[in-house]
Each structure stands twice: as C-alpha cells, then as structure tokens.
C-alpha cells in the first residue's frame, strides 16, 4: 500500500513478522538474564554456606590451638582435664581450657568452652568461672545448623596421639586411665563436619 505522498507504509504480513522476531528475541533475552541471575544465586548460596564453614573452624581453631594444660575442678571439688569429649554423653560436647585475651596485669587468663550439636545446631559454649563444674554455660553462640546454608546433618571428633613408635586415634578423650588431671594432651585433633551439599569436610588442629 502506497500512500498519497509515495511513501510505502507496513503491510500486516510483515508487522506480524516483526513482532514474532521481537518476541522470540525477547524470550532469548529473558533466557539469559534468568541463567546470569540463577547463576549469581548460586553462588551467593556457595560464597554464605563457605563463609559460615570457615567461621565455624577458625573458632574451632582458636580454641583447640591454645589449649591450656591446666585441669579444672567440678562441683564436688575433683579434678577434670583440660580437653576431653566422649560421644557417650548426650549431646556429645567437646570441652576444654584454652589460653585467652591478656588482661591489663600482663598474664593470659584462662577459660572454658566447649563445643556442641544440639537439635541439628552447632554451638560454642562458654563459661565465665573457669572452676565449678556449672553444666549450663554463661553463653552459646550458633553456627551452623540444619536450616543455614551450611545444612550441618552430623560431626565427630578424633584425638591423634603419640603411641610406641608411631601415632594412633581416638574418638574420645582422655584415654583410659588418664582421667582427672592425670590426662596429658594429644598431638592434634581432628575435627569433621558432615555438610548438606558438601559432604565430609575435616580440619586437623595441632595441639602441641
């Protein structure tokens, strides 16, 4: 069709045609950007579920790395040791005195922490009297959990210590016979966390 001036204006073939080209570009368009955005979300998931794993075995670090060989007492007055953990109690905590902040005289004070899984949450307690034998602690600061983005399903713990001429493992500690203030401390030990997408991820800390 040809207007009064000679100009050739759109026939409705090819206004149809343009708008399917237009609309198929559109969906490739959209195509793309959903890809780009599912792929910014997954890695924002993997950079926080990372993120949280790391805090949680620095803490863990800190802790089992300046462990302090110095027992404390309970509520009767007895003597416990300085780490132990047993995957007898419910939950199983993994207890122990570490080294902490200088205070203004210049000399490390002491404290109590502990670490455990409670109701699929990983926590780090902590004491404010380092002698006792209180069971609840001061405080508990969660970490990972089922709900997070680190989804934590289980976690276990392996004492490494010297025996005979070579090295052997434990799930527990102290050793048998070395109850009390008696225990002496082992060379490293080993934590694994049992993670929801990322499988088995194990840290070995150096005690000594």
Known sequence: MTSRHGQRGFTLLELVVTLGIFALVSVMAYGGLRTVLDSQAITSASAE???QVQLAFTLMGRDL???AQRS???GYGDLRPPLRF???REPPRLELIRAGARSGTGRSSLQRVAWEMQ???LYRLYWSALDGGHEEPT???PLLSREGAAALRDWEVRFHFREGDGTSALDYWPPAGQEGGLASLPLAVEVILDLDG???VSRL????
């Open 198 to 200: 990322m499988g088995r």
């Open 139 to 141: 405080g508990r600061m």
């Open 49 to 51: 579920r990372l993120g």
């Open 72 to 74: 404390a007492r309970d």
């Open 119 to 121: 109701e699929g949450t």
């Open 86 to 88: 047993s995957g007898l």
């Open 65 to 67: 790395e300046q462990i």
């Open 205 to 208: 800390y150096a005690v000594r």
